[in-house]
């Protein structure tokens, strides 16, 4: 065993006869390939200060989640030929997304993501907006609290919601399986 290191799903392999796995318990493979298909790596910060590694492969993508710095050291070291991203920990930089779907009640928040998500290979595929209403529990309480005083300021609404569904573009695609 060249590298034989935990992630989330269980260990992070290479072995001694050329793969690339996943294992978990009781000796399941959960993702296995030869390394020479693979393409590179793009790295994410993780929880609880590991690392989530993209695998690029000419058969697709995989993500090992908490891999520990160190640990992805080890395994970038028998890939020296291989390039290797960074990214953020924004939703639009995880590489083995395909499809993300986002509430937004911010305009301004929305456009920003629209416009950072656009630089990574994403575009807006479908949306739906809902309309502010009345929060009945919002008033009644506000009633209540007040002696019908509040009511004077207005009734409690909610923010507008759009919801948009977010693809990743073809050319996008094209470059990275």
């Not at 392999?13 to 298909?37: I, S």
């Not at 630089?119 to 009945?136: D, L, M, R």
């Not at 300021?153 to 399986?177: C, P, Y």
Request: proline share 4%; glycine share 10%.
């Amino acid at each position: 065993m060249l590298l034989d290191v935990p992630c989330k799903a269980g260990k992070l392999q290479v072995t001694d006869d050329g793969n690339l796995r996943v294992q978990a318990p009781f000796n399941k493979t959960v993702w296995q390939v030869p390394c020479d298909t693979v393409t590179g790596f793009t790295t994410q910060p993780g929880a609880l200060g590991a690392v989530n590694v993209t695998v690029h492969t000419t058969q697709g993508m995989y993500q090992a989640e908490m891999v520990a710095k160190q640990n992805l050291e080890k395994l970038l070291a028998l890939f020296p030929h291989l390039q290797t991203t960074t990214a953020g920990r924004e939703w639009y930089h995880d590489p083995a997304k395909l499809t993300h779907v986002e509430t937004y009640t911010d305009q301004k928040k929305m456009q920003k993501e629209v416009e950072a998500a656009g630089q990574f290979g994403w575009v807006p595929q479908t949306s739906a907006g809902v309309g502010s209403h009345i929060n009945v529990g919002r008033t009644v309480t506000k009633f209540a609290l007040t002696g019908g005083l509040g009511l004077m300021t207005g009734a409690s609404r909610s923010k507008d919601k759009i919801t948009i569904t977010f693809v990743r573009t073809q050319n996008w695609l094209d470059q990275h399986r």
